[in-house]
């Protein structure tokens, strides 16, 4: 399964609104049978990447988006979450 755009809107940061839509993310995903959770984020959403990694996501690679991104050393990082079979 690919988490893509979460995103909680500024007034509402700080409250484990985000927190708690991944872990429901990763329970539906695992309920129906997924083996993984997969998702990206740039190089910049450091709190992101501390939330992720937080909720058992690895780092698993990294690109850039373009060439000007390759320039600027602007990265794209990409995540897993491995599911197991839950048990």
Do not use: W
Not at 25 to 35: I, K, M, T
Request: proline share 1%; charged share 20%; net charge positive.
């Amino acid at each position: 399964l690919e988490l893509k755009r979460m995103s909680v809107s500024r007034e509402q940061r700080g409250r484990g609104l985000a927190r708690a839509l991944c872990r429901e993310v990763l329970g539906f995903a695992r309920a129906r049978g997924c083996g993984a959770v997969v998702l990206s984020t740039s190089v910049v959403q450091v709190a992101a990447q501390r939330l992720y990694e937080g909720l058992g996501f690895r780092r698993v690679g990294a690109s850039h988006p373009s060439l000007l991104g390759a320039l600027l050393n602007f990265q794209i990082f990409h995540y897993r979450c491995d599911l197991g079979d839950g048990t």
